[in-house]
């Protein structure tokens, strides 16, 4: 196997401290003229892309970081959100309580939503999709496959 151009393995280098490939290219010391250009053939170079590759576990595992550590901080993260932060209070600045006396207190529901969504879309949850599609065959052979969404399309209004 060939061996990469200093260029090259510079820009291999340059590309994961940001990914940006035309910047990586000027940083490699290509001509900002043709950066663009020159970055998306390095990118769809083979070998480019396996060094990259390799660069990129180096340093995932230099610092520890891979799927599992991504999904426990993503849980963290959305334990932390849901946890109650400051008190609610009304416009005059006194706390609200509940039917009890206990204060009420907010949590970061957007924080909480979207880490919950990160931790769904890493384990392939599909929670908010219904998915589900039958198939049958009628008694003539006909193919009588259709989705849930088709089945329960009310078009009589």
């Given amino acids: ?3 990469l151009t200093d260029k090259q393995e510079l820009f291999a ?7 940006n490939a035309t910047q990586a290219a000027i940083r490699a010391g290509y001509s900002e003229k043709t950066a663009q250009v020159q970055s998306s053939r390095l990118l769809s170079n083979v070998m480019v892309q396996q060094r990259v590759s390799e ?3 180096e340093r995932n595992s230099r610092v520890g970081i ?5 999904l426990r901080q993503a849980v963290k993260l959305h334990e ?3 946890q109650e932060v400051e008190p609610i209070t009304d416009r005059r600045g006194e706390e609200i309580t ?3 006396g206990k204060t009420i207190f907010g949590f970061d529901a957007k924080g909480a939503a979207a880490a919950l969504k990160l931790v769904g879309e890493h ?3 599909q929670a908010f999709k219904v998915n589900v599609k039958t198939e049958h065959a009628g008694m003539i052979g006909l193919n009588l496959n259709k989705s849930l969404t088709e089945l329960f399309d009310d078009d009589s209004d």
């Fill in 80 to 82: 932390r959100c849901m």
């Fill in 66 to 70: 891979d799927a599992d550590y991504v």
């Fill in 1 to 3: 196997m060939a061996k």
């Fill in 55 to 57: 660069l990129a576990a």
């Fill in 13 to 19: 280098r340059e590309y994961l401290k940001d990914l």
């Fill in 98 to 100: 509940d039917e009890d």
């Fill in 123 to 125: 384990i392939s949850v």
